[in-house]
């Protein structure tokens, strides 16, 4: 009887044992499983994160060279214009200035745009000359244009004309300006592309 007892309370453990194993290995597999799903779907978002990060900078990085090429064919471009500005300036400039500077080259000037004037319009015109002028030039046109200011033409000197003249009707309205930067900007401007294109040549 002992044995018997004995008998059926091991088979009884045994069971149990086996049962315990059995359910442990179930959910330690289990486990494995899930461990495994959850390690392939980190891998997987792992994978996607660096994939879209290295797109992102792929892009980052397109877009970076294309602004520095811009910016750097922009600043060459600014400096072959700055460089032909400086040197159609250095052209132009001085023997702009030494024209505008003679008085017999002014008197000279003026007289003709008088007699234009006066060809297709009344003599209802006002000229205004540098008041650092005014010595030389204010007794030659009284004496030169003597008719023309009987007949409308007025003749003024102002400190805002720095240099050359300026002309308009008498009542107002508008001056049309002849000076030296005047000529100085029209002829960079004409001359500015030709410079350009003996500078920068080889560029073609």
Known sequence: MQTK???LTEKIYNEGVEKARQEADAILNEAREKAAAIEKEAQKTAESIVKDAEEKAETLKQH?????????????SALKQELANQVTMKAVQPGVKEVFSNVEFLKTVVQKVVSAWAEK????MKVVMAEKDRKELETFFKNQLADELNKGLELSFSDGVKSGFKVGPAAGGYLISFTDQDFISFFKTYLRPRTSELLFEQDK
């Open 121 to 124: 319009d009344t003599l209802d």
């Open 5 to 7: 007892l004995q008998e």
């Open 64 to 76: 970076v060279d294309s602004e520095l090429k811009m910016s750097i064919s922009q600043s060459i």
